[in-house]
């Protein structure tokens, strides 16, 4: 009954002409390499973890900077404490940062109406998220188009670790803190995808992000 | 929970349909929510912060157009004017007899001669100002609870509930009320302690009672087709398409959690990482002088950041990445420093450590060791006035060689953790 050779000429002329504009969020140049597409794909997860030096929050901030310096509204949730100063020194636009309190409570709640409207939604999700609501949001994003950076427990598409970390500049009572190199482990879902590994400095002494 | 904003409902009888596709061209639904869409934006003019909650139905809060407008009274007969303007404007709506949703099982509406054009009510949260509509009334401020008490229980919707709570002899919303907390959520779960909540007064918003992307469907209806803008920013006017789209989840996520629960970054001038970035409640753009104090100073930041005053004793880059909610108040976690043998580490007057730091603890977590620290920064604000306060900061690196970094203040002789550098 089917061409299926009709069909698949079918569905490459209904596909759009050009995915990598629309389909993907640019992410900063250092970053992009620990990124299957180079940028993050619309309606995927990722999820960004440390060791207990940390760093996930600066990862997770670095990647929204891309999007956000090209255009997007970024939104924070879960994270009361969020640096506003150290995000907008990695590049995202203040101007278009939202940060939610909406108490553990009402995190999935928050979470899922920003996915509406906000093309990136940073969430620290508490210890134990329902597999339910984990689910659900992971749907609407997938619907709506918007990439969720999750800081903490996820099963996300696309994972990066801290793996290392080491802060320069600081000594025995001088000196400040001045850069943090860390070496980020990037995971994609399935064994097939093999890691990468990328040098970073994160932040730089000007509270960027580089290549090491 | 903040107390609830006292709304008005402005409900369109003969709008009020189910849930609607939008763009589902030709037929009675859309017909309704186009011209509902019509209603929605032209009450925008009385107020920006209109909020659609289904077809229908939408809320705004009262307050800031009562102020414009001189007085509640005002505001209500100018809200029903537009609505009655807009839908006399509007195409004929079935009414000749004609059986409406036949076929889908939706029920069929009746004609719209004997339906009001419009209902209005006021009163505090979605809940009461949705029974104040329905009673045609306005709740007097501080009133909303007494307002509720006499209802029957079953306007929370809940058919189940409201069949236990009447075989109790709970008939109405102030005996249900009545009744303590801890004993609903016990006997009712959840969905019970939610309802208990909005029969409080406490809480307004039940789940079912808002049809989730309202707003965007009524945009969809104006012609607005936000899907082809959101992916092509600044071709089809996309960045303020997005600016629309933000301001929609912003807004109602501010009605659902409270104003507080939604903020925005305000770079001023300052010291540390809390004095020189606030969080203030988002306000939508264009919202009235008084209302975007917030813009005007994110506005101010961003013109002024290369002017920025060299502030003396400022911290400096690059800014950590968490900053202590309570910034420089009571509310930061607290910390204690301690020398090799135990003692607690001090700022002298003259800001000089009185001990080698070797251990860290925050928020009476374990001891960490510290590997690296710097020298006191001191802190000396408001030198000229009685609030003037006398502290270091102190940056350290704890928990061994792949240590964690903090930004620790001291003042009077307690540390607390300012921020980390996650």
Redesign the interface.
């Known amino acids: 009954m089917f061409d299926t050779e009709r069909v698949k000429l079918l569905a490459e002329r209904v596909r759009p002409t050009a995915p990598s504009r ?2 993907l969020l640019p992410v900063l140049a250092p970053l992009a390499s620990l990124l299957p597409d180079g940028g993050l794909r619309r309606g995927t997860s990722v999820r960004c973890g ?9 990862l997770a ?1 670095a990647l929204a900077a891309g999007p956000s310096a ?4 970024c ?1 924070v949730v879960g ?11 990695f590049g995202l636009d ?10 553990p409570a ?1 995190w999935a ?2 979470t899922g ?2 996915i ?4 990136l939604v940073v969430v620290a999700p508490p210890p134990h998220p329902r597999p339910a609501a984990v689910r659900t949001l992971a749907a609407r994003a997938r619907d709506r ?1 918007a990439v969720l950076v999750v800081v903490g427990p996820w099963s996300a598409d696309h994972e990066l670790v801290v793996e ?4 320069h500049g ?11 190199r860390v070496t980020v482990v990037a995971r994609g879902r399935g064994a097939a995808v093999r890691p990468v590994r990328r040098e970073l400095w994160l ?5 960027k992000v580089a290549a090491a | 929970m903040t107390a609830l904003p006292r709304l008005l409902l402005v409900e369109c009888p003969a709008l009020t349909v189910p849930a609607v596709e939008p763009g589902a061209g030709g037929d009675e639904g859309g017909r309704r929510l186009r011209l509902f869409a019509r209603v929605v934006d032209a009450l925008a003019e009385v107020c920006p912060w209109i909020d659609p909650v289904r077809p229908g139905v939408c809320t705004l809060p009262i307050k800031g157009p009562t102020r414009y407008f001189g007085s509640e009274g005002a505001v209500l007969a100018r809200v029903a004017e537009v609505v009655t303007t807009v839908m006399a404007a509007g195409p004929a709506l079935a009414g000749e007899g004609t059986a409406v949703g036949a076929g889908d099982g939706a029920p069929p509406v009746p004609p719209v001669p004997p339906v009001p054009p419009v209902r209005l009510g006021v009163a505090d949260g979605l809940f009461a100002a949705t029974l104040a509509a329905r009673a045609g009334t306005v709740v007097a401020v501080g009133e909303t609870e007494r307002f509720l008490a006499p209802w029957p229980v079953d306007v929370l919707g809940d058919p189940d509930l409201a069949d236990v709570l009447v075989r109790l002899g709970l008939t109405t919303l102030g005996r249900f009320a009545a009744l303590p907390a801890p004993d609903v959520l016990a006997r009712f779960g959840a969905a019970g302690a939610r309802c208990h909540r909005v029969a409080r007064g406490l809480d307004g918003e039940l789940p079912g009672w808002r049809v ?2 309202t707003s ?1 469907h009524l945009l969809a209806a104006l012609g607005r087709d936000l899907a082809l803008t ?5 071709f089809w006017g ?2 303020s398409a ?2 629309e ?6 807004t ?2 501010q009605r ?2 409270g104003p ?6 305000v ?1 001023e001038g300052g010291r540390g ?1 809390a004095d ?2 606030r ?1 203030v409640p ?1 306000r939508p753009a264009g919202t009235s002088a008084e209302d975007d104090r917030g813009l005007h100073g ?1 506005a101010q ?2 013109g002024g950041r290369a002017s920025e005053p060299p502030w003396p004793g400022r911290l ?10 309570g910034g420089t108040g009571e509310r930061a976690g607290a910390a204690e420093v301690a020398d090799g043998d135990g003692a607690p580490v001090a700022v002298t007057a003259r800001g000089l ?1 009185t001990g ?1 730091p070797a251990r860290l603890s925050v928020g009476g977590g374990p001891w960490m060791p510290v590997t ?4 006191p920064w001191p802190v000396e604000e408001r030198w000229w006035s009685r609030g003037r306060r006398r502290a270091a900061r102190l ?1 350290v ?1 704890a ?1 061994g ?5 903090y930004l620790l203040v001291v003042e009077r002789g307690r540390w607390r953790v300012e ?4």
């Open positions: 629309t389909r440390a060791g207990p030096h940390g760093g996930a929050l600066s901030l090209a255009g997007s509204w939104a994270m009361d404490d969020v640096g506003p100063l150290a995000a907008a020194g203040l101007d278009r940062l939202a940060v939610v309190r909406s108490g009402h709640l928050a109406v920003l509406d409207g906000v093309d188009g290392r970390s080491s802060w600081l000594a025995e009572g001088a000196g400040r803190l001045q850069a943090r932040p730089t002494a000007t509270g | 989730p992307g965007r959101e992916h092509q920013p600044g996309g960045a997005a600016d789209r933000a301001a929609e989840v912003l109602d996520l659902r959690l507080e629960a939604v903020v925005v970054p770079l990482p020189r970035c969080l988002w994110r930041a961003r400096p880059p690059p800014a950590p990445a968490r900053v202590a909610a450590l080698r690296g620290w710097s020298a940056q690196l928990g060689s792949e240590g964690r970094a921020a980390a550098y996650d």
